[in-house]
């Protein structure tokens, strides 16, 4: 069979942490994902780091694999002659079985490791999403190409490309892992198919900010609307609304617009606030100078005072 370097693949030091893999995998499928990449050959490289992932997030899996040694990427070698044995693979021929399908079946996952009339439970497969906002907030159907292990009625394992297409909910938020029962693999003589687990990446807004279900936006505001108060249209997900915006407000200070930012199911949704940021003209002609100058003669608001006040103390 021919070697990979898994660890070549994820672009991570053969004594990575467990949370070095699974970032290392995070970041490629951000960058290779078929559905949002424009690298080339980016489906064949997501495949690729896929199924180095499988086997090196697994503590067994990876010790098993460390103990095949190293060899130059896709160099023609065979395992030891007792890794079959310490592994649970037995003592079947190595010859023309890719190092995927090996590591897929590790541990006794394939049937021919048990009795070939078996029932048994297809694999679970795993794969990053990567959404926009808008699919995350409303929720969308996507079809995710699959190259994943089934078994034929010999109980022999072999890579076979699928199309699962999927809803995910609304409301699901970057970094959740989400399961979808029966999505993975499908059973061996009737047992059931395996789950599908969805690493979720959701790409940023250029207004929305996600926290939790929460929302943020930040809201400009001239200085005679903050401190005279007005009502302001501001856009949501959903839709524009309007806001009132109450006299005396101070920038920084958060406008709650409630039940208008993330929701999954009947579970109460989350709030979208608007931060108020207060932005001053740029340039100003003669007229509003002198305003500005009659403005700043007649006040007796100084924001500083509290700087001098700490300073006396």
Same mark, same amino acid.
Request: charged fraction near 30%.
């Given at each position: 069979?021919?070697?990979?370097?898994?660890?070549?693949?994820?672009?991570?030091?053969?004594?990575? $942490?467990?949370?070095?893999?699974?970032?290392?995998?995070?970041?490629? #499928?951000?960058?290779?994902?078929?559905?949002?990449?424009? *690298?080339?050959?980016?489906?064949?490289?997501?495949?690729?780091?896929?199924?180095?992932? *499988?086997?090196?997030?697994?503590?067994?899996?990876?010790?098993?694999?460390?103990?095949?040694?190293?060899?130059?990427?896709?160099?023609?070698?065979?395992?030891?002659?007792?890794?079959?044995? $310490?592994?649970? &693979?037995?003592?079947?021929?190595?010859?023309?079985?890719?190092?995927?399908?090996?590591?897929?079946?590790?541990?006794?996952?394939?049937?021919?490791?048990?009795?070939?009339?078996?029932?048994?439970?297809?694999?679970?497969? *795993?794969?990053?999403? $990567?959404?926009?906002?808008?699919?995350?907030?409303?929720?969308?159907?996507?079809?995710? &190409?699959?190259?994943?292990? *089934?078994?034929?009625?010999?109980?022999?394992?072999?890579?076979?490309?699928?199309?699962?297409?999927?809803?995910?909910?609304?409301?699901?938020?970057?970094?959740?892992?989400?399961?979808?029962?029966?999505?993975?693999?499908?059973?061996?003589?009737? %047992?059931?198919?395996?789950?599908?687990?969805?690493?979720?990446?959701?790409?940023?807004?250029?207004?929305?900010?996600?926290?939790?279900?929460?929302?943020?936006?930040?809201?400009?505001?001239?200085?005679?609307?903050?401190?005279? %108060?007005?009502?302001? !249209?501001?856009?949501?997900?959903?839709?524009?609304?309007?806001?009132?915006?109450?006299?005396?407000?101070?920038?920084?200070? !958060?406008?709650?617009?409630?039940?208008? %930012?993330?929701?999954?199911?009947?579970?109460?949704?989350?709030?979208?606030? #608007?931060?108020?940021?207060?932005?001053? /003209?740029?340039?100003?002609?003669?007229?509003?100078?002198?305003?500005?100058?009659?403005? #700043?003669?007649?006040?007796?608001?100084? /924001?500083?005072?509290?700087? &001098?006040?700490?300073?006396?103390?």
């Amino acid at each position: 069979m021919k070697y990979k370097d898994y660890y070549e693949i994820l672009g991570v030091k053969r004594d990575a $942490s467990a949370d070095d893999i699974k970032n290392a995998y995070r970041r490629l #499928a951000r960058k290779y994902h078929p559905d949002v990449s424009k *690298e080339k050959d980016a489906e064949e490289k997501f495949k690729e780091m896929a199924e180095a992932y *499988e086997t090196l997030k697994d503590t067994e899996k990876r010790a098993a694999y460390d103990q095949l040694g190293r060899h130059t990427q896709g160099e023609e070698f065979r395992p030891p002659p007792d890794w079959g044995q $310490s592994f649970g &693979q037995g003592a079947g021929s190595f010859e023309d079985i890719d190092l995927a399908d090996l590591f897929a079946a590790f541990g006794g996952g394939g049937p021919s490791a048990r009795r070939p009339d078996a029932p048994r439970r297809g694999h679970d497969y *795993e794969a990053g999403v $990567s959404l926009t906002f808008d699919q995350a907030f409303n929720g969308a159907e996507i079809a995710l &190409q699959m190259n994943g292990l *089934e078994w034929d009625e010999q109980g022999n394992g072999r890579r076979v490309p699928r199309t699962i297409t999927i809803r995910v909910p609304r409301g699901v938020t970057h970094g959740e892992k989400l399961r979808v029962p029966g999505k993975g693999g499908p059973g061996y003589r009737g %047992g059931p198919a395996g789950d599908l687990y969805l690493d979720i990446e959701v790409a940023d807004h250029p207004l929305f900010r996600i926290d939790g279900r929460d929302l943020y936006m930040d809201l400009p505001l001239a200085p005679w609307e903050a401190v005279l %108060g007005t009502e302001v !249209r501001v856009p949501t997900p959903a839709g524009e609304v309007s806001l009132k915006v109450p006299a005396g407000t101070r920038g920084g200070q !958060r406008l709650r617009l409630g039940g208008r %930012g993330l929701a999954r199911g009947s579970g109460t949704p989350g709030n979208l606030y #608007a931060v108020a940021r207060i932005d001053v /003209p740029a340039t100003v002609d003669d007229a509003q100078r002198a305003l500005y100058r009659k403005l #700043a003669e007649g006040s007796t608001f100084n /924001p500083r005072a509290h700087l &001098q006040t700490e300073n006396r103390s």
